[in-house]
């Protein structure tokens, strides 16, 4: 490599689909960093330690999706409170003294996602589903809402994993039978962590009046459900909004350029996607 040639890259398995490359490669070409590169690697667990230990000192940081986001805590030298809240990390970070810190931008992401649309602040919410994302899904509206939290859930373990996480994130959380989901889509903030086709049955069920839906998908887009909340004028922030978002932060780290091209990075999945 060129001298003051950087690399980042995204982890993970399966790993093909992601966008990530896209994203922060035209962040490179808005900032002007004509020397660093960003690739994607298949890794699993069993394989992450020997990634890491096998980087040079050209290497910036990785963005890490699952199954790897808390099999890499051990490995790191320190985690942020807000990946720590959580116990994920989607985020590394290589200091100059060699150093591993890990941070997670999925939910600073989601709250900037949220802002973007005119969202700061709600009375109440609901979440659909209980997986991994909800988690981080809990997180940020423990920062944004100001009463209840309602997830809606399919078996009683994950509704005890929830009621953890809301006391962990000192969040009001509220748990509910996902066969009383259509309840969710009256409150003020929806967000689905669901995985495609999960909440398609629930787009019959739309209020009159629909508040404002956070869908984390973005293949397929829209969602049935997402599509049929936009015709009924409610608002809609999707699964794009969070990756570009929280992709951001990830580029103002790794570069330590602030802030991050939102514009050209949309613009790059917008593009990426629409070819698939």
């Not at 990390?89 to 999925?106: A, K, L, M, Q």
């Not at 859930?153 to 989901?181: F, H, K, P, T, Y």
Request: glycine share 10%.
């Amino acid at each position: 490599m060129t001298a003051g040639a950087r690399r980042a890259a995204v982890l993970g398995s399966p790993i093909a689909h992601s966008l990530s490359p896209e994203l922060h490669r035209a962040a490179y070409a808005a900032l002007g960093l004509d020397g660093w590169t960003y690739d994607r690697f298949e890794t699993d667990e069993a394989a992450l330690p020997g990634f890491l230990e096998g980087l040079g000192p050209e290497w910036a940081g990785l963005s890490l999706t699952m199954p790897l986001k808390r099999a890499v805590i051990p490995l790191l030298d320190s985690v942020s409170e807000t990946a720590a809240s959580v116990e994920a990390v989607n985020t590394v970070v290589f200091t100059e003294d060699g150093r591993r810190v890990g941070d997670n931008t999925d939910i600073p992401g989601m709250v900037a996602a949220l802002r973007e649309r005119g969202i700061e602040r709600t009375d109440s919410a609901a979440v659909l589903g209980a997986g991994a994302t909800a988690s981080s899904a809990l997180a940020a509206l423990a920062r944004i809402c100001a009463g209840e939290i309602t997830v809606y859930v399919r078996s009683e373990a994950r509704a005890a994993e929830m009621r953890e996480w809301g006391d962990r994130l000192g969040a009001d959380v509220r748990i509910a039978a996902w066969d009383d989901a259509a309840e969710a889509l009256r409150a003020p903030l929806v967000i689905a962590t669901t995985p495609a086709g999960a909440t398609d049955a629930l787009a019959e069920a739309l209020p009159d009046r629909p508040g404002a839906l956070f869908d984390v998908l973005y293949e397929p887009w829209p969602t049935r459900l997402a599509a049929r909340w936009s015709e009924a004028g409610g608002a809609l922030v999707g699964g794009l909004d969070l990756l570009v978002h929280q992709a951001v932060l990830q580029v103002e780290q790794m570069t330590g350029r602030a802030p991050g091209p939102l514009a050209a990075m949309r613009e790059a999945g917008e593009r990426a996607l629409a070819a698939r």
